[in-house]
């Protein structure tokens, strides 16, 4: 079924195929990929990459480094910090500048970052770091012990986990007072 889906006879490619790096025609230079049983159903097998094969791991790595810079004491107060930190700088990004800071995020950080998005929320302008903590404190305000040093504290994880160079260039491109908010003291 996945063979047919993702046939060379289809004229566009499905979502589904997209999604899997299929595109149902073949490629100078490329794999030809997995002949199924069934004639003339290909489908190109695509690994998966290693940050999605490794990305529980990698994100418990940096919840510890979250957890042991900010002093907190337990996964799920790390978890609440980073969140509110997040959704912190969300709300201060466009849509398209959102996507494309999330791309240069880890897996399950990028999803942590896109969750419960309202994508028509008016957008807050960058202030001083004090009070855009004082907001990320109040995610789950009854729950939340993230520390006044909670932005610097995730910056300080985030970037032991994201490619440097990349992170830097999405920030760059990104509004004034964006690299402030991930700068480290």
Known sequence: MEGEACSSRQRKPSISCLLLGVDGRDKPGHDEGRQ????????????????VQHASEQFESFLADARD?????????????????????????SLADAIR??????????AIFVSDWDTDEIRAP??????????????????????????????????KHVDAADFERVLASLPDGAAEFWRIS
Do not use: W
């Open 36 to 51: 199924f049983s069934e004639p003339n159903k290909r489908m190109r097998l695509m690994p998966i990459p290693m940050d």
């Open 69 to 93: 810079i900010s002093g907190l004491a337990t996964r799920n107060q790390t978890y609440t910090m980073v969140q509110g930190v997040l959704q912190v700088f969300r709300r201060r990004l």
């Open 101 to 110: 800071f999330a791309g240069a995020l880890p897996p399950i950080l990028r």
């Open 126 to 159: 960058f202030g001083d770091l004090a009070s855009m903590a004082q907001e990320a404190q109040a995610l789950r305000r009854d729950h939340n012990f993230a520390p006044p040093s909670c932005i610097g504290d995730v910056a300080a994880a985030l970037r």
